[in-house]
């Protein structure tokens, strides 16, 4: 045999021998096991997430911290690269950085600001940022009670002004900075964009199943009577990620899901009363919900309290009434040159065509667990611990009384997975 011969058959040894170990393999792992769409889900966890396990990140940590705490880390950037940074007094807000900016520190209670009144039980995770002006100046005589910000006034950075804060409680916080820290949330084109939808493309929904084989069809939300808004008419089967192009309100909702039920909505989503699930296929109880809106998240936020005979309007109390209205800023509304103002009517009026009923009208104390929530602003009336993971611009839950944990379910189960870390969270 030719030497040229010896090789040509060595050569042909070889690839019999890999086909039959290809053959082997699939017949040892069947081609139809897991889709390419499955295992990028099941891989995907965000990494800030998968790393710092927070219960809350929020840009705007006036409102939200006022006597509340926070029993996981807590993620924050008080505005920081956009113009209203620390409430910043050349941004020319109405509204400053300790009255009432939400952006800012303002007042709890007398003499304690809401940073103050909080409870860090783990660590503070902040940007690296300077604040570009001086704090004492423009404090003016919103502070009666200075002793306990005196040395806080005189801080230069983010990171000093906190330090300060903390130190002057029985258990202070660690707090860490970081080269960066984004926190935000979709806009309407980044969303559907996500969920490729071409332009022109006029489909109410769109659904992309966990396992195209063996996940089951999306059920339960349809479109209102009047068309004005998507609803649950029973209980929602869901298995993946779900696009909803409008208003969405979950009423009670019944979630039949096995690793997670992501909902994300082009307009604001209105949940109200207590979120049940009903787990599919999974022994360890993987089931969740996740929730993502271009504009607002309101949970309990009715437009009547039933505990009072006064008329009182919870919703316009948080859009419309406020003395931070001047300062409910974000960066989509930003971008449209949008002012607070007609921001707030606007979702104001939105939630004046659903038939909403608030927390006082059935239980102001539900809790929850297995949540996640986005969008650039959420809001809150029920009192109960919150065990999940809320993500947004500004927040703003029941005022001083609130309990936020990490909810360890978020570090198993595929996390938003249509959209990239840094349309939402993300730290370096």
């Not at 505005?79 to 940074?85: A, E, L, M, Q």
């Not at 006029?202 to 069809?217: G, H, L, M, Q, V």
Request: charged share 25%; proline share 6%.
């Amino acid at each position: 045999m030719t030497r040229s011969a010896s090789i040509f058959k060595n050569i042909n040894g070889r690839i019999i021998f890999l086909i039959s170990v290809c053959l082997l393999s699939l017949s040892i792992f069947p081609k139809n096991t897991h889709s390419l769409d499955m295992i990028r889900k099941e891989a995907h966890v965000n990494k800030t997430i998968h790393n710092y396990e927070p219960a809350v990140a929020v840009r705007a940590s006036g409102c939200l911290t006022c006597h509340a705490e926070f029993s996981s880390n807590f993620i924050t950037d008080f505005g920081y690269g956009s113009p209203w940074f620390f409430a910043n007094p050349e941004s020319k807000n109405k509204v400053g950085i300790f009255n009432g900016h939400i952006y800012g520190d303002f007042i709890a209670e007398p003499g304690k600001t809401g940073w103050l009144t909080a409870q860090f039980k783990r660590q503070v995770i902040i940007p690296k940022a300077s604040v570009g002006f001086d704090i004492a100046s423009v404090s003016g005589d919103t502070l009666p009670d200075e002793s306990f910000y005196e040395e806080a006034l005189k801080a230069s950075s983010l990171g000093e002004y906190l330090r300060a804060l903390e130190r002057k409680k029985s258990g202070p916080a660690r707090v860490i900075e970081k080269k960066k820290v984004f926190i935000g949330a979709p806009d309407a084109a980044t969303l559907e964009a996500r969920f490729d939808i071409k332009p022109g493309d006029e489909a109410d929904f769109k659904y992309i199943k966990d396992d195209p084989e063996a996940s089951p069809e999306v059920e339960g939300i349809e479109s209102s009577v009047d068309g004005k808004y998507y609803t649950n008419i029973g209980e929602i089967v869901c298995d993946g990620d779900f696009l909803v192009r409008g208003t969405l309100l979950l009423n009670k909702p019944v979630i039949a899901t096995g690793r997670g039920c992501r909902i994300y909505a082009t307009g604001p989503v209105f949940l109200q009363g207590e979120i049940s699930y009903r787990d599919q296929g999974t022994p360890d109880e993987e089931g969740n919900l996740q929730i993502v809106s271009t504009e607002a998240i309101f949970l309990g936020v009715g437009q009547r309290k039933c505990d009072t005979a006064d008329e009182v309007d919870p919703m316009a109390l948080r859009l419309l009434k406020t003395p931070a209205r001047p300062s409910i800023i974000t960066r989509a509304a930003h971008r449209q040159n949008i002012p607070p103002q007609v921001l707030t009517r606007d979702l104001y009026d939105k939630a004046s065509s659903l038939p909403l009923e608030d927390s006082s009208c059935h239980d102001e104390t539900i809790a929850f667990s297995r949540l996640l929530l986005n969008a650039p602003i959420i809001n809150s009336r029920y009192s109960g611990k919150f065990k999940g993971l809320v993500i947004a611009e500004y927040a703003l839950f029941w005022q001083g009384k609130t309990d936020f944990e990490f909810d360890p379910i978020f570090k198993t189960v595929p996390v938003l997975p249509v959209l990239r870390d840094s349309d939402y969270l993300e730290i370096e």
